[in-house]
């Protein structure tokens, strides 16, 4: 964990002037080709899911403008963030989850798969937003449909600080299948050149 000095920072006007603003995320939805994860996946008797969230947190840790916090006023870079995600429950409610992040996918999953069950068995919210760690990023997943926008709740607090990640159902076009991703992140702490290189790595890790 690094405390970013504030006045020696590159960003430090653009983090004053989005800081100052009552919504500072800003966003964009796009798609990437799973093909080669899903199969991959499949080959394997992995969880679709758990494989393309794992892939998703490698690139999250690998771009340091998602690891960015605001703790107590300050900008804290951590040294790895976890994962948080939506899990739905057969009676059509969704539960919020942890896990911790590991780069060893059987690792990761273990403890994803365990934390799945558990949320499936409860009810509710699950874990309060209250009780996760703010080095974790927030996943959820609309497992039903495609889409190409997309719109989350907010309480225009400026301080919000932890990006959201969006996956959809995948759509097929010309044999190949394209999983819609949306990235939203506090705007005095990554620009779109992160986020992009969010995205490049993700599709990188994909066609592993």
Not at 60 to 80: G, K, P
Not at 162 to 175: L, R, V, Y
């Amino acid at each position: 964990m690094k405390i970013i000095d504030l006045e020696n920072w590159n960003r430090k006007e653009h983090f004053e002037f989005f800081s100052k603003m009552a919504s500072p995320y800003f966003g964009f939805t796009t798609e990437v080709d799973c093909t080669q994860a899903f199969e991959t996946a499949k080959a394997n008797q992995h969880s679709f899911f758990a494989t393309y969230l794992h892939k998703s947190m490698i690139a999250v840790n690998a771009v340091d403008e998602l690891r960015l916090r605001i703790v107590d006023n300050q900008v804290v870079l951590y040294d790895e963030v976890h994962g948080g995600s939506t899990i739905g429950r057969a009676d059509g409610t969704f539960g919020f989850s942890f896990f911790r992040y590991s780069q060893n996918f059987e690792i990761f999953n273990e403890g994803l798969q365990k934390e799945i069950q558990s949320v499936q068995n409860s009810k509710g919210l699950g874990i309060s937003n209250d009780d996760l760690p703010i080095n974790h990023i927030r996943h959820t997943t609309i497992p039903w449909n495609s889409f190409s926008a997309l719109l989350h709740p907010t309480n225009f607090d400026p301080k919000e600080c932890i990006p959201k990640i969006t996956f959809g159902k995948f759509n097929i076009k010309d044999g190949k299948k394209y999983l819609p991703v949306s990235i939203e992140a506090h705007h005095g702490l990554a620009d779109g050149i992160h986020l992009a290189k969010y995205m490049e790595e993700f599709q990188k890790q994909l066609n592993k």
